[in-house]
């Protein structure tokens, strides 16, 4: 059965082609059993995977006419507040390095239940690119015999990283970046920042609507960028004791462990940003610099590089981004950026 009067209210912004996909599936009751949501961070995938599965068992959803989900239905107030029992999601343990076999094999049983209502069961896997192989294998095994009325969603950055066999069986739905102009509406609109702010964020997030999103409702964690790229700006003008002094205040605390991996990896992104817009500034390219809010400190730094400084610079930092993916200690690579710059 079609239901043409059924619509969609999901509160995203760019790549409204895969919206349209899910939406139409919905509407014409054409759900694969496991699909791949992949794409950069911050683009809003998991939030989608969330709209789709809540959508799929909104208790309206069966009756041919609905905005979808509903939020008003037994079922939708149930999802709303995450405790939906038809609705489970896997992720990554913070400090580990994998997705378990254990937590796989939970999920898969659960999966193999019975409905609480007679409706789909929805299982999100976050992070799909951690899954230790072992835990891809018992994936597999279910993929390769889907059930009526289950669906996985696996959600990932890095969709290279999972075996071919998974990609092969599932749907998959390439997120793209989402352009800042259609991001400044958003924020207006949506979450009534002021235009400014708009236009700082709308450029600072480089495309990704959920990173401008959490810049502007969580004041810690804009502090904290703000910091990282403070400790670039004091690198450029300090002596060497400084700098490491930095480097000990930005990961010091954090020493040791995944934690701060994901630390010293977020630090050397922002970094490489600051260093494509002095590059950018040095070419009169202004329109296109990310760090529009701090472009005082992006001119008053500029004078002190020349070009081939900035070149070696950026190829320090990828550089720096290779030792980390190779285990080398994180304090130590930035360390090891401090010194050199
Ligand atoms: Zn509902």
């Known amino acids: 059965m079609i239901k043409s009067n059924i619509t969609f209210n999901w509160p995203l912004v760019g790549n409204g082609h895969i919206i349209d996909f899910l939406a139409k599936g919905i509407a014409n009751d054409k759900i694969a059993g496991s699909y791949i949501f992949s794409g950069p961070d911050n683009l809003g995938k998991t939030t989608t995977a969330n709209y789709f599965a809540r959508s799929l068992v909104c208790q309206r959803a069966q009756e041919g006419t609905a905005v979808l989900p509903c939020g008003k239905c037994p079922a939708c107030q149930q999802a709303e507040k995450g405790l939906h029992g038809d609705i489970h999601l896997v992720k990554k343990d913070k400090d580990k390095k994998n997705i378990s076999i254990e937590q796989i094999r939970d999920f898969i049983r659960i999966l193999g239940m019975a409905s609480f209502l007679n409706s789909y069961k929805i299982g999100i896997i976050k992070h799909a690119e951690s899954l230790s192989i072992e835990a891809a294998n018992a994936l597999l095994k279910t993929l390769e015999e889907p059930k009526i009325k289950v669906v996985i969603i696996l959600v990932t950055s890095n969709i290279d990283a999972l075996p071919a066999t998974i990609v092969s069986r599932s749907q998959v739905l390439r997120f793209k970046l989402v352009k800042a102009d259609l991001i400044y509406d958003y924020l207006i609109r949506d979450y009534k920042a002021k235009r400014s702010m708009a236009k700082d964020l709308s450029y600072l997030c480089l495309g990704r609507p ?58 050397i992104e922002i970094w490489q940003g600051i260093t494509r817009d002095l590059l ?62």
């Open 210 to 267: 959920s990173l401008a999103v959490k810049f502007l409702e969580d004041l810690e964690f804009y502090n904290v960028y703000l910091n990282r790229a403070n400790g670039f700006f004091q690198f450029s003008q300090e002596d060497i004791n400084k700098r490491l002094a930095v480097v000990e205040e930005l990961i010091g605390a954090k020493a040791g462990g995944q934690e701060s991996v994901k630390i010293a990896g977020r630090i």
């Open 280 to 341: 950018l500034l040095e070419f009169d390219q202004r329109g296109l610099t990310q760090h529009l809010l701090l472009e005082g400190e992006l001119k008053k730094i500029k004078t002190k590089f020349k070009p081939s400084d900035l070149l070696n610079l950026a190829k320090n930092l990828r550089q720096a981004k290779e030792y980390l993916a190779a285990n080398v200690n994180p304090k130590l690579v930035l360390e090891n950026i401090a010194i050199n710059i």
